[in-house]
């Protein structure tokens, strides 16, 4: 059973370490954008670690419900927690990148950025500050954080979005590479999510 449940968890971070370099390497080797370069490999990047974010935001919300409904003693909320927040800091890392070196610096004041900026803050603020409470406070500091985080989110239909580089770029090669980096780096987050869990379940049969 132990040997069993170790195959996976390794299986499950082997694919994922796969996939990720698939991703990077998927980015990195896309072909120049007229309007941002050689640096379109970083929104391929941002796209895909954003996405990743919001998955495991809502993972937390509905493990969270699940865990308090049917087995209290489960921590897979809490582990898709520090997912989302280990994601939306990469994301936003990428983001000041492409930023600054796309548009020639970061503008702080930039509603996009300044959304990405106060998420991080609330998921940061709640991570830390659910460590003092036990497993059960903690799960609702998770869930609140993630649920206020995805409707702050929902704020940015009514921002002004520059042009979309691949979604309205005529090179069919940027466009397939983006979907194959973007779905690598989002199906490795979750793969990775999925090792922890047989490994956490290995040490728990132990």
């Not at 954080?145 to 979309?164: D, E, G, M, N, V």
Request: charge should be positive; aromatic fraction near 16%.
């Amino acid at each position: 059973m132990i040997k069993m449940t170790a195959m996976k968890g390794s299986a499950f971070f082997k694919t994922s370490i796969l996939l990720l370099i698939i991703g990077l390497a998927s980015a990195f080797f896309a072909p120049s954008e007229a309007t941002l370069g050689k640096i379109l490999w970083l929104v391929y990047l941002h796209i895909g670690f954003f996405i990743s974010a919001l998955i495991f935001l809502l993972l937390t919300i509905v493990l969270n419900i699940y865990e308090f409904a049917f087995n209290k003693s489960k921590t897979l909320s809490l582990k898709a927690f520090g997912f989302a927040l280990i994601c939306w800091t990469i994301y936003f890392l990428l983001s000041a990148a492409v930023a600054y070196f796309g548009w020639g610096g970061i503008y702080w004041q930039e509603p996009r950025m300044k959304i990405a900026v106060t998420v991080l803050f609330i998921l940061t603020l709640s991570y830390l500050s659910g460590l003092m409470f036990d497993i059960h406070l903690r799960k609702l500091i998770y869930g609140g954080a993630s649920l206020i985080s995805i409707f702050i989110w929902l704020q940015r239909y009514s921002i002004f979005h520059p042009k979309a580089p691949i979604r309205n770029s005529d090179s069919t090669t940027i466009k397939v590479l983006a979907v194959v980096s973007i779905a690598s780096i989002v199906i490795s987050t979750i793969l990775l999510y999925i090792s922890v869990y047989f490994r956490d379940r290995e040490e728990t049969v132990r």
